[in-house]
């Protein structure tokens, strides 16, 4: 019944150790986010796929990278993880990219670097 | 960039009690939405606004868009413990291609 599914929902990674995370689709959606959100925080847009087009925001972090593989799935790869990057990592779909089409919010992983 | 603040950032109730936050911004969005986001969990869409000076209800939560579609309200009747929750709010730009612009939210406690 799920639609958006992260994986792992809570990771712990040491500094500087390279981490991916996983996110996949039922709902066979165009389009493909990455947020941040750290606690109090709004999230925060990193990039999104529209299909294979990969569009990567202005400030995101040369450190965060990501691949789409195939429709379903989306990973996200921190290169190396530094304390600053500890926060929720929320992957989300949407049909198209029209300013009013909803977005799909998986539960997020929770990634804490030691 | 356009900005959405939120206000107030943290509201502690009481069950039964009514309550508005609020979202507003010195720009015009196209469309606004609004999410509620539960602990450890990724935000769900409550709504959808797109005209100006539009209300739509969904059971006791009533949400209005501003007539210049600069601002957007969330009222909510006679909360619930069930209500909890961090809402966000989140705009576009345009009607076209264009990626949401989310607010800090609003951290709402209904107590029992």
């Known amino acids: 019944d799920a639609m958006v599914i992260q994986n792992p929902r809570y990771q712990v990674t040491q500094f500087g150790k390279p981490v991916t995370l996983s996110c996949s689709q039922t709902l066979n959606h165009n389009v493909m986010y990455w947020y941040q959100q750290k606690s109090s925080q709004a999230p925060k847009l990193l990039f999104h796929?529209?299909?294979?087009?990969?569009?990567n925001e202005a400030d995101t972090p040369d450190n965060f990278q990501s691949r789409r593989p195939n429709t379903s799935f989306c990973f996200l790869d921190i290169r190396s993880p530094g304390l600053g990057d500890a926060a929720m990592y929320l992957c989300?779909?949407?049909?198209?990219?029209?300013?009013?089409?909803?977005?799909?919010f998986g539960p997020g992983t929770r990634l804490t670097v030691l | 960039t356009q900005l959405l603040e939120q206000s107030p950032q943290f509201l502690s109730i009481q069950e039964g009690e009514n309550l508005t936050v609020y979202c507003n911004s010195s720009s015009v969005f196209s469309s606004l939405q609004w999410y509620r986001q539960e602990p450890g969990e990724g935000p769900v869409l409550l709504v959808t606004v797109v005209t100006g000076g539009e209300v739509k209800k969904l059971k006791r939560l009533t949400f209005q868009f501003g007539d210049a579609r600069k601002d957007s309200s969330l009222h909510i009747t006679a909360a619930q413990p069930g209500d909890t929750g961090l809402y966000l709010c989140?705009?576009?730009?345009?009607?076209?291609?264009?990626?949401?612009?989310f607010g800090k939210g609003t951290m709402l406690l209904v107590s029992p």
């Open positions: 796929y529209y299909d294979k087009d990969f569009n």
């Open positions: 989140a705009g576009a730009p345009n009607s076209g291609y264009s990626t949401l612009t």
């Open positions: 989300a779909t949407s049909r198209d990219i029209k300013g009013s089409d909803t977005q799909y």
